[in-house]
Nanobody, 127 residues
Framework: QVQLVESGGGLVQAGGSLRLSCAASGRTFSRYAMGWFRQAPGKEREFVARHIWTSGILYTGYTAESVKGRFRISRDNGKNTLYLEMNSLKPEDTAVYYC?????????????????WGQGTQVTVSS
């Protein structure tokens, strides 16, 4: 069982930056594939970024095309924390952002591949 708690959301002007954090409980955080998803009002939840174990020795981060070059996902296993650095924010980035964990070192871009979810943190970007 993993519990996830997001923080760092807020109101920011377009072009600004935020860093979201996701604190995970448990001692096996390093064994989980982690992801960030978001859901805007009236829209389906969509993939933002994932951080997975690759090549047996490395983690690799992947981001959706809509945020590529602006968002960066990373993790600190010593702190059991996942991060999402968001730069050059746009009004269309406004959404509730969710952290998710998959019981396996690899997971894709579909929400059903993830087993545990945080409660979400609101990000609002004003124009």
């Amino acid at each position: 069982q993993v519990q996830l708690v997001e923080s760092g959301g807020g109101l920011v002007q377009a072009g600004g930056s935020l860093r979201l954090s996701c604190a995970a409980s448990g001692r096996t955080f390093s064994r989980y594939a982690m992801g960030w998803f978001r859901q805007a009002p009236g829209k389906e939840r969509e993939f933002v970024a994932r951080h997975i174990w690759t090549s047996g020795i490395l983690y690799t981060g992947y981001t959706a095309e809509s945020v590529k070059g602006r968002f960066r996902i990373s993790r600190d296993n010593g702190k059991n924390t996942l991060y999402l650095e968001m730069n050059s924010l746009k009004p269309e980035d406004t959404a509730v952002y969710y952290c998710a964990a998959a019981t396996g070192v690899v997971a894709g871009t579909n929400s059903y591949e993830y087993d545990y979810w945080g409660q979400g943190t609101q990000v609002t970007v004003s124009s």
